[in-house]
């Protein structure tokens, strides 16, 4: 087979050089390179070898039967092969990006012999599955331009302001109710799900970024046992969510804010992130939040998705232990937390907090272990981690102070929070 190959490339060799080397016939390529081989083309009395060729194929029988073999499907099919081998795509990608035209004479010959023709394009690996797909794309778009475009075009374009307007008007609204009753869009929206594409991370950003509602498909997504889990969503149900949002879009144009989001999307964090997910005493947290009630691994893996990272990678069960180059000011990361705050019922907050830790065990117990010493302790020696503080340094450099968050989760679930 391997013989079989060769004396393939060699035939392919002489009719491409048979081709090019025939001056009445346009040029096969362009610059240094191609002015290298045709020097030594030109070396070779192509019209006298072609003649001794033509000669042999009329006049000799074992010739004559060696021609017969490239009309067979063997040899068509091992053309096909060879033409599909990364190692001989990354060769002719190099003499087609160098100036040779090799795209084009390698289609002569396929065209010849009956096979389709091939075409340059990256063989760069593929993850596989329509979620590898989805997250292939993902990977080769940049957030952060998308961020520093959207408020590019807010601020300057009339038409892109109205577009958006357009976006976020009631008719849209109705149109995603009218769609999300559509038994064969739910059909292909549940399929979409099935094969790992995280469809309701695609409605939060729509939500997010134009305010369009989304209807609860089926079972609501949750990040907590389904006790615990009531519980949570009747904290977020006192919330003004069109409110939050309106202040969150807002705050996209402050300057500390961009900052920080352009290092969360960023591979410096992303490397911290992995090295703190890597702590013993994270994993013991993690582990002690899934044994409260909590789907960490879920939270995470949103968090994760959120940022451009991949898939996070949980503690085995049996472990001990965007942007614009003009920003306004507006007050940064705690002025966002701040007003998002000023927007959140607190007092109604409070009140039903009273009544879960009367009427509901799950969250009780919930509470309680988030007040209790081992919670405290487990906290503590993340936060004296050497590894963990020079990600939090890192964090408040670039913009990304996460106290006055701290400081609203203790006012909302009545807990302290140790300090590092």
Same mark, same amino acid.
């Given at each position: 087979m391997i013989k079989m190959k060769l004396q393939a490339v060699l035939f392919t060799?002489?009719?491409?050089?048979?081709?090019?080397?025939?001056? &009445?016939?346009? %040029?096969?390529?362009?610059?240094?390179? @191609?002015?290298?081989?045709?020097?030594?083309?030109?070396?070779?009395?192509m019209e006298e070898v072609i003649n001794t060729v033509l000669k042999y194929a009329a006049d000799d029988a074992e010739f004559q039967d060696f021609l017969k073999y490239f009309s067979t499907t063997e040899f068509k099919d091992m053309i096909v092969d060879v033409e599909a081998m990364p190692e001989f795509r990354r060769f002719?990608?190099?003499?087609? /990006?160098?100036?040779?035209?090799?795209?084009? #004479? +390698? /289609?002569?010959?396929?065209?010849?012999?009956?096979?389709?023709?091939?075409?340059?394009?990256?063989?760069k690996k593929i993850t596989g599955g329509v979620k590898g797909l989805f997250d292939d794309v993902k990977a080769l778009i940049s957030y952060d331009k998308f961020i520093h475009g959207y408020v590019y075009k807010m601020r300057t374009s009339e038409a892109f302001r109205a577009f958006v307007a357009e976006l976020k008007s009631k008719g849209n609204q109705e149109f995603a109710d009218a769609l999300y009753v559509n038994q064969r869009y739910l059909n292909f929206r549940a399929l979409i799900i099935k094969k790992g594409i995280d469809f309701v991370l695609i409605e939060d950003i729509i939500y997010t970024v134009l305010g369009v509602e989304f209807p609860v498909i089926e079972t609501m997504e949750t990040f907590a046992s389904q006790e615990l889990s009531k519980d949570l969503h009747d904290f977020m149900n006192l919330i003004d969510k069109e409110k939050i949002l309106k202040i969150i879009?807002?705050?996209? #144009? %402050?300057?500390?804010?961009?900052?920080?989001?352009?290092?969360?999307?960023?591979?410096? &964090?992303? %490397?911290?992130?992995?090295?703190?997910?890597?702590?013993?005493?994270?994993?013991?947290?993690?582990?002690?939040? #899934?044994?409260?009630?909590?789907?960490?691994?879920?939270?995470? /893996?949103?968090?994760?998705? +959120?940022?451009?990272?991949?898939? @996070?990678?949980?503690?085995?069960?049996n472990i001990k232990y965007l942007f614009m180059s003009t920003y306004s000011n507006l007050g940064g990361v705690k002025a966002l937390v701040d007003a998002v705050k000023a927007a959140l019922p607190l007092d109604k907050f409070r009140a039903l907090y009273e009544e879960k830790m009367k009427t509901s065990a799950a969250f009780k117990t919930f509470i309680e272990k988030l007040r209790s010493d081992d919670f405290q302790h487990i906290v503590k020696t993340v936060y004296s981690s050497p590894i963990f503080l020079e990600m939090r340094q890192k964090c408040i450099e670039a913009g990304l102070n996460l106290e006055p968050l701290r400081d609203l989760i203790e006012n909302v679930l009545g807990i302290h929070l140790p300090r590092p």
């Open positions: 060799t002489f009719v491409a050089f048979a081709t090019v080397n025939c001056h &009445f016939l346009p %040029d096969f390529g362009k610059g240094p390179l @191609y002015e290298d081989i045709q020097y030594f083309l030109d070396m070779i009395p002719v990608n190099y003499l087609e /990006n160098n100036g040779i035209f090799i795209y084009d #004479e +390698l /289609n002569k010959l396929n065209k010849v012999i009956g096979i389709p023709a091939i075409h340059q394009y990256n063989y879009t807002s705050y996209l #144009e %402050d300057d500390e804010v961009q900052k920080a989001l352009k290092y969360m999307y960023s591979d410096e &964090f992303h %490397d911290l992130v992995r090295v703190v997910e890597a702590m013993p005493e994270y994993q013991d947290l993690v582990k002690f939040l #899934e044994d409260s009630g909590l789907n960490m691994t879920e939270l995470i /893996n949103k968090i994760h998705h +959120l940022f451009g990272m991949e898939d @996070y990678v949980p503690p085995k069960i």
